[in-house]
């Protein structure tokens, strides 16, 4: 078994086709089915179900791909080892990051830590925090930037949490909506608990920071419209269509919306999340840079 062959059935397990994952590994097609094959001979079961339509993973296959992944993660981490040993850092490094991280500037300590660490392969994944912390504990992402209410567990023997920066909710409006033109005080959270809201689909914590701050008050709210984008949701809120709370850090980078403080609202904390397990030099190296 070699990991050459690892590779090929990796990249076919994740492009569905023997044609794309011999373009993906730079080789002929010929040569990536024979690795494969032989591969399958050693093994004495077929990894994928071949047909003349569609390339699928055997339940054989199906075992043998977390195992391949890992041998082939071992072997990379292995040789960024040795390389930070004699002082180098290289490898690989993947972060996750939502796409309201305020704490920090991502692409800029992207681009800071290219300089000081050229020979480091750089990928950037946006989305969900959830899933963020899923691709930390799975060795997905080395590290990603979150942003949760307080109560997101943070004592995890797998992965390593540090708070960036906590924030409080703003409600943001339409420049026309009554809420408005009323006082510059904060309004209680219980004023808005009639209103039509605007908000993050349930389930994903970027809502669930506010639907614990309705529970904890013993108020009810209606979420008439979800968003997966924060540029959609301003839209809808811009349009009139309800109203939205969001973090204060977050409401300069959206135009036209009125912002109005209130009292006793949600709380998000943003934290950068690594894994304590698969801590490649690589990794080490971009968290001195955020948090020494």
Do not use: N
């Not at 390389?83 to 305020?102: D, F, K, Q």
């Not at 108020?219 to 309800?242: I, N, T, Y």
């Not at 609202?265 to 894994?275: K, N, T």
């Amino acid at each position: 078994m070699e990991l050459q062959q690892l590779r090929y059935v990796v990249a076919v397990a994740e492009t569905g086709g023997f044609t794309r994952a011999a373009q993906r590994c730079h080789v002929v097609q010929s040569a990536l089915s024979h690795q494969i094959g032989k591969l399958e001979k050693e093994l004495g079961a077929r990894l994928f179900e071949r047909t003349s339509r569609r390339v699928r993973l055997s339940a054989a296959g199906e075992a043998f791909l977390p195992a391949a992944r890992q041998a082939l993660e071992a072997a990379e981490r292995a040789r960024a080892e040795v390389a930070a040993a004699t002082g180098e850092i290289r490898g690989r490094l993947t972060i996750g990051a939502i796409a309201s991280v305020t704490a920090v500037d991502v692409p800029d300590l992207m681009r800071a830590y290219h300089a000081a660490y050229p020979q480091v392969r750089m990928r950037l994944i946006d989305g969900a925090s959830e899933a963020q912390v899923a691709g930390v504990r799975e060795g997905a992402l080395d590290l990603a930037f979150l942003g949760v209410p307080p109560s997101f567990p943070a004592d995890d023997p797998e992965v390593g949490s540090r708070t960036l920066v906590v924030d409080h909710h703003v409600v943001v409006t339409a420049p026309d909506h009554a809420l408005a033109a009323g006082p510059a005080a904060p309004v209680p959270l219980s004023r808005l608990a009639d209103e039509a809201f605007v908000d993050f689909p349930a389930g994903l914590a970027a809502r669930a920071q506010t639907d614990e701050a309705f529970a904890a008050a013993g108020l009810r709210r209606e979420v008439s419209f979800e968003a997966k984008g924060l540029d959609f949701l301003a839209d809808l809120v811009r349009g009139g269509l309800g109203i939205a709370l969001l973090p204060s850090r977050l409401v300069p980078r959206l135009r036209d919306l009125a912002v109005v403080p209130v009292h006793g609202g949600p709380v998000r904390e943003e934290r950068l999340v690594w894994s304590r397990t698969r801590r490649s030099p690589a990794a080490a190296a971009f968290l001195e840079t955020v948090a020494p």
